[in-house]
């Protein structure tokens, strides 16, 4: 079965503090993996995506890795901002049927 | 530039009650969706349409109904509603059909009592 898990469900951290978010699926055959961020309130926006080919993806304080033959890729976020308080999504897409397997998000709150 | 825009954002109804939620794209994309977002759960696709003049069912497609009214404009259709409907619901579209990039709208918050 085609499936998207996020670990953790949440995380609470401290501005000024890095953190790494987890994304583990089953999605076969595996075309991409995109990594959205959504805000309160508001729609998912794409911050990277990732192909079979790259190991790694940076966008700003943003670092994405994906290793294909574990199914894994995380999410590193580097020097937390207040801003970054968000929910973090990971979509996966098949190289057939052209479909998006989404996971259930994990809720990023950072304090002051 | 506007992207996607959903009306409206939020909406109470009574069980029974139908409405439609309007959802345009200025990028002249070729296909949009419609999904669901429910608590501890993914965003749920619920129709889609790959490009103008065509409507597909997605994963949860029971108790809606979509228009593709032209290629900017894609409509969802609640007959009657009921409380498991109640949920926030996202329009989003993409350049082509299983594009690795969606455009999401803002969102309706829907309500049903």
């Known amino acids: 079965k085609n499936q998207v898990e996020q670990s953790p469900q949440s995380l609470i951290i401290l501005e000024g503090k890095n953190c790494t978010l987890q994304?583990?699926?089953?999605?076969?055959?595996?075309?991409?993996l995109r990594w959205y961020k959504q805000d309160t309130g508001r729609g998912p926006v794409s911050l990277t995506i990732?192909?079979?080919?790259?190991n790694t993806k940076s966008n700003g304080r943003y670092t994405a890795t994906l290793d294909a033959d574990t199914k894994q890729s995380s999410l590193h976020i580097t020097a937390s901002q207040l801003s970054d308080s968000a929910s973090y999504i990971c979509?996966?897409?098949?190289?057939?049927?052209?479909?998006?397997?989404f996971g259930t998000g994990t809720s990023l709150t950072v304090i002051p | 530039n506007a992207g996607v825009t959903q009306t409206p954002k939020f909406q109470v109804l009574k069980t029974g009650q139908s409405m439609t939620l309007q959802c345009a794209q200025d990028m002249n994309h070729n296909s949009m969706y419609w999904y669901r977002q429910d608590p501890g759960m993914g965003l749920r696709l619920i129709y889609y349409?790959?490009?103008?003049?065509?409507?597909d069912k997605g994963e949860v497609p029971n108790g809606y109904n979509v228009s593709r009214l032209n290629k900017r404009e894609f409509s969802l259709r609640l007959e009657s509603a009921a409380p498991s409907q109640t949920s926030v619901y996202f329009c989003?579209?993409?350049?082509?059909?299983?594009?690795?990039?969606?455009?999401f709208g803002a969102g309706s918050r829907l309500t049903v009592l």
């Open positions: 349409s790959a490009s103008e003049g065509t409507t």
């Open positions: 990732m192909t079979f080919s790259e």
């Open positions: 979509v996966v897409s098949r190289y057939t049927g052209n479909q998006f397997y």
């Open positions: 994304c583990n699926y089953t999605v076969s055959p595996f075309s991409n």
């Open positions: 989003a579209s993409s350049a082509t059909f299983g594009a690795n990039v969606l455009t």
